[in-house]
Every structure is written in structure tokens, then in C-alpha cells.
């Protein structure tokens, strides 16, 4: 096993991370917040999805704050005990080889252990809720097929999914995905990010915009204050050209 591949994440520096797979890192819902640009008063009380939600403590976390959020992920159909050591082995790789890399910018983080800080209390605020398995709230399904009726939720969220692994899903598979997740959905989806991990622009986002199949949606990418990785200050707002 080479330096690039120990623990089964394959982790090379371009000039950002090359992962061989999704891996399990999650975020807090601050991140969420400034990410989505959201607006918690307006979303509180309202149906939610975060779709590849994964080990990230939004869904939990919004809950507590009154809100009702629905997380779907693959990855629930295995155990908390199972999905521990996988967290901390991510976190581990990914956290070992973000420090030298150009393509992060460090003005919320500051530096690696606070950011470290963020994917921990991430992760442990997921495991402690999914233990509980609140009825319903942890949904078992992976896209471009959702286990949901249409037009159940008023808000959907993607977060470090869509785009951001734009080299291990190709554009037929992110255009299901989002008329997938606009069946879902009965006002607004947002997508964050919009660039690959080399903080480039996905370059399915031209493409979908001009493609018929999404033809009854806008796309429109939503300008934010936050960015991490570099280009990462905006997310995809996708709504009805009909009003929801
Ligand atoms: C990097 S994590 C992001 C987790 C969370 N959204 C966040 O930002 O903290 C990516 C997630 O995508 C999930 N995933 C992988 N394939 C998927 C699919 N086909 N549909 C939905 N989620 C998927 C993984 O299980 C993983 O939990």
C-alpha cells in the first residue's frame, strides 16, 4: 500500500483532493447556514430534505431548533457502530492532507484542527441522533431514486455531493438527480458547491442549464459570503418556472 492509498481512501494532491470514492465528512448546521445561505426563520417549521445527508449534524441539529428535516442517504441502512470507525478514518485522511493544498481558502477555519473541531461534533451530533433513530427522519435512499412522494418537501439541500464529484458522476447522472429531486420538491432545491475539488467550475453546470429535461426549472447560481474550498462562495437554486 503507497503513500497515496492507506485505509482505502486514495488521497493524491493535484492541486486539490483526489478521492477514490464519497467519503464520510460531515457538516454542522452553521456550515449549512452559510452554505445555503439560509434563512432559518423563514425555512423553521417547513418540510426540508438534505439529500446525501450522510454524517452531517443539520438534520439533528435543525430539528432541535424547531425544524422538520427529513435526512436521506445511503449509508443508513448500516449501523452507528459501523459507521464510526469509518467516520473517523475519513476525517483522519482527508484532514491529514488538506493542510498543503492550494485550493482552500482559511479565513473561517483558520487551520486545520479547528476545521477538524467542525467534522467532529459534526459527525458525533449524527451518530448520537441516528442512534435514537427518531421515527422517519433517517431515510434509507440514494439518487437518482428517492423514497419519497412528489412534491413532499419545500425545501431540498445538497451539500458536498452534486458537482463537487463531478469525476465519479457523469452529467446524465446529475441531470437524474436534479429532476429527481425537483419531483421531490415543491418550492426550491439548493446545491452546494458548484466546483469540483479542484475548485473549478463543474462543467455540467452549462450543460444542465440548457437541457430540455430541466427545461420546466430555473437554474440560478446564488452568490454567498462563505468560501472554503475556492469558488465555493455560491450554490444552485433550482425552482418551478411555475410558481411552487
Ligand atoms: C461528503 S458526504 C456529504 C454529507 C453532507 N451532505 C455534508 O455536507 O456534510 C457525501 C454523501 O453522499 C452520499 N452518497 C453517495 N452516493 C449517493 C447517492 N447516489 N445518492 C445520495 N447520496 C449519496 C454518501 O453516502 C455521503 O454520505
Known amino acids: 500500500m503507497g503513500p497515496e492509498n492507506s485505509g482505502g481512501v486514495n488521497v493524491k494532491s493535484r492541486r486539490g483532493l483526489n478521492l477514490d470514492r464519497v467519503v464520510l465528512l460531515g457538516r454542522t448546521f452553521e456550515e449549512y447556514v452559510h452554505y445555503f445561505g439560509l434563512n432559518w426563520e423563514t425555512w423553521r417549521g417547513r418540510d426540508l430534505l438534505d439529500v446525501a445527508s450522510g454524517v452531517s449534524s443539520f438534520c439533528s441539529e435543525a430539528n432541535l431548533l424547531g425544524g422538520r428535516v427529513t435526512a436521506c442517504d445511503p449509508i443508513y441502512a448500516m449501523p452507528p457502530e459501523v459507521l464510526r470507525p469509518k467516520c473517523e478514518e475519513d476525517l483522519d485522511h482527508v484532514l491529514g492532507s488538506i493542510g ?16 477538524r473541531g467542525y467534522r467532529e461534533r459534526a459527525f ?30 419545500e425545501l431540498s439541500l445538497v451539500s458536498y455531493f452534486l458537482f463537487v464529484y463531478g469525476d465519479h458522476f457523469d452529467l446524465a447522472f446529475h441531470r437524474a438527480a436534479l429532476v429527481e429531486l425537483m419531483r421531490v420538491t415543491r418550492c426550491e432545491a439548493r446545491v452546494y458547491p458548484l466546483v469540483t475539488f479542484e475548485g473549478e467550475q463543474c462543467p455540467y453546470l452549462d450543460a444542465l442549464r440548457a437541457d430540455p429535461a430541466l427545461g420546466e426549472f430555473e437554474l440560478e447560481e446564488i452568490a454567498t459570503d462563505f468560501e472554503f474550498l475556492v469558488g465555493s462562495n455560491a450554490y444552485l437554486r433550482i425552482t418551478r418556472r411555475s410558481s411552487c
Open 124 to 153: 458525533k451530533k449524527f451518530l448520537a441522533d441516528f442512534q435514537v433513530q427518531p421515527p422517519g427522519r433517517y431515510v434509507r435512499g440514494s439518487l437518482p431514486v428517492l423514497p419519497f412522494p412528489d412534491r413532499q418537501f
Open 100 to 115: 498543503g493544498l492550494t485550493v482552500y481558502r482559511w479565513e473561517f477555519y483558520k487551520n486545520p484542527a479547528i476545521l
